[in-house]
């Protein structure tokens, strides 16, 4: 099925690496222009450069970090100036490590609350003057965090439970303008820096599988397409849900790999 979003404007927040990045590359694919941002000149202008190469319509980024709203204002306005209003805004800037909560330091667990809770808030803001109305789109990327409990993930789970809470209150409150607001919940996504850090090890992977009724891991495409079915024509009247693209990791509850992942922080 091919999705048709030429002309349209996306912006996806954290576009410059994994997940975020195959979202940003399935849009540019469709027509769209899109614009990518991140704190890194260097995996911006790499996102840039590769998308343009791939073909895309029209592409822009700049540099951020989501943690402090006058940088993402700033970002965000040169886009409106340059293309005008926005169709689609995916925010996933997010920040991950193991670590339990009686151990990490208070800053640790407010860098990942600040990048990951705060930044969408910043995000979202700074955004909601430029979107348009009626018949605009906020994905927020949130993770299986925010509703299943996993050691070692205190900081990760408060702040993704607080990003869906933000999807569900905006999607009230934006409702009325015709801007719809979703949480994308992927589940495990191989080859991402997520993975790298939650599941750093051969036995930890394979429970990782035993815990996805599928039995295989996700990929960037799987989270992009539920991104361009949410920015379609046929997900009008979709708005204020968290959905997850998981292969039914849900259904097995928090399962036990993180067990595994926590044991040495204990004896530490
Ligand atoms: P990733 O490659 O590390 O992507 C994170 C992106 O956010 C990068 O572009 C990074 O670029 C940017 N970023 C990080 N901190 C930032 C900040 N303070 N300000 C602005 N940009 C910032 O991670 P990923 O594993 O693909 O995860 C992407 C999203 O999916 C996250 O929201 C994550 O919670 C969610 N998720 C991932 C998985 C998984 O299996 N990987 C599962 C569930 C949910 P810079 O370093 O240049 O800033
Ligand atoms: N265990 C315990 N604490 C940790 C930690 C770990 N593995 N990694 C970082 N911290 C602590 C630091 O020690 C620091 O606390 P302190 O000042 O009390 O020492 C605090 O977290 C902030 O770390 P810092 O390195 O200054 O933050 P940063 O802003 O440069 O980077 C991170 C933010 C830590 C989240 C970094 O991992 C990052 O940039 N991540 C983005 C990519 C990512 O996580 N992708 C996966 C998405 S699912």
Redesign the pocket.
């Known amino acids: 099925m091919k999705f048709d979003f030429t002309g349209k404007v996306v912006i996806v927040v954290g576009g410059t ?2 997940i975020n990045r195959g979202i940003a590359e399935h849009f540019a694919a469709t027509g769209a222009k899109v614009a990518v941002a991140s ?1 890194s000149q260097e995996k911006v202008d790499d996102t840039v450069a590769s998308l343009k190469q791939k073909g895309a319509a029209d592409v822009m980024g700049f540099v951020c ?1 989501v ?1 402090n709203p006058d940088e993402v204002e700033e970002g965000l306005a040169k886009v409106h100036q340059a293309w005008g209003d926005f169709d689609s805004l995916v925010s996933g ?7 339990l909560a009686s ?10 609350v ?2 990951d809770l705060m930044g969408t808030y910043h995000v979202m803001r700074s955004a909601y003057p430029f979107m348009k109305r009626p018949g605009s789109s906020v994905i927020n990327i949130s ?1 299986p965090q925010a509703y299943l409990p996993y050691e070692a993930q205190s900081h ?1 789970c408060a702040a993704k439970a607080g990003v869906d809470m933000l999807t569900r209150t905006t999607a009230m409150e934006w409702g009325s303008e015709g801007i719809r607001v979703n949480s994308v919940v992927p589940g495990a996504i191989d080859g ?7 599941a750093p090890t051969e036995p930890i992977r394979q429970m990782i599988l035993e815990d996805t009724p599928m039995q295989r891991f996700g990929t960037p495409a799987d989270v992009a397409n539920l991104c361009l079915f949410l920015n379609s024509e046929l997900a009008t009247f979709i708005s204020g849900q968290i959905i997850a693209v998981d292969g039914a990791l849900y259904q097995r509850g928090s399962g036990t790999f993180n067990r595994k992942l926590a044991e040495p ?1 204990y004896k530490m």
Do not use: C, Q, Y
């Open positions: 690496s994994g704190r970090d943690r800037a997010a920040g991950n490590f193991p670590a151990k990490m330091s208070a800053n640790a667990f407010r860098t990942v600040d990048i993770a990760v991402t820096e997520g993975m790298k850090r939650l922080l």
